[in-house]
């Protein structure tokens, strides 16, 4: 769809924008969308390498108690390790999320985005 069609059936409400999660990340780890949102990706890896890594220090080292009743110390690593577990979905949506602003607002990105089939549009009426 040419971009001057997008943008008439955006201003009307009549587009949806569907963006591939794992295209639009492996588009902002390329760094097609800058320095900003590679860096944010880079610190979100960081920090589920080192949360992952600190729940199972804790789970290991600690005395591991699964009781309902005693909540030992080893549930923090617990926690910790499914906190880390979410981080990289949470960096999909978020790198989603980038592209389709980027595709709304920059018509050559826009282009960029459409031949490397990174979105599609679904028109309604």
């Not at 920090?47 to 009781?67: D, N």
């Amino acid at each position: 769809m040419e971009r001057a069609r997008f943008e008439n059936l955006w201003f009307t409400g009549n587009v949806r924008i569907i963006v591939d999660d794992k295209k639009a990340f492996v588009t902002v780890w390329k760094g097609h969308l800058g320095k900003g949102p590679k860096r944010k990706l880079i610190r979100g890896s960081l920090y589920t390498l080192i949360l992952a890594g600190l729940g199972i220090w804790i789970m290991t080292k600690a005395r591991f108690a699964l009781s309902p009743v005693e909540i030992g110390f080893s549930w923090w690593g617990a926690v910790l390790f499914v906190l880390a577990c979410g981080i990289p979905f949470l960096m999909k949506i978020s790198a989603s999320q980038t592209v389709k602003n980027r595709i709304i607002r920059e018509p050559e990105f826009y282009s960029l985005a459409q031949e490397q089939e990174v979105f599609g549009l679904e028109e309604y009426e």
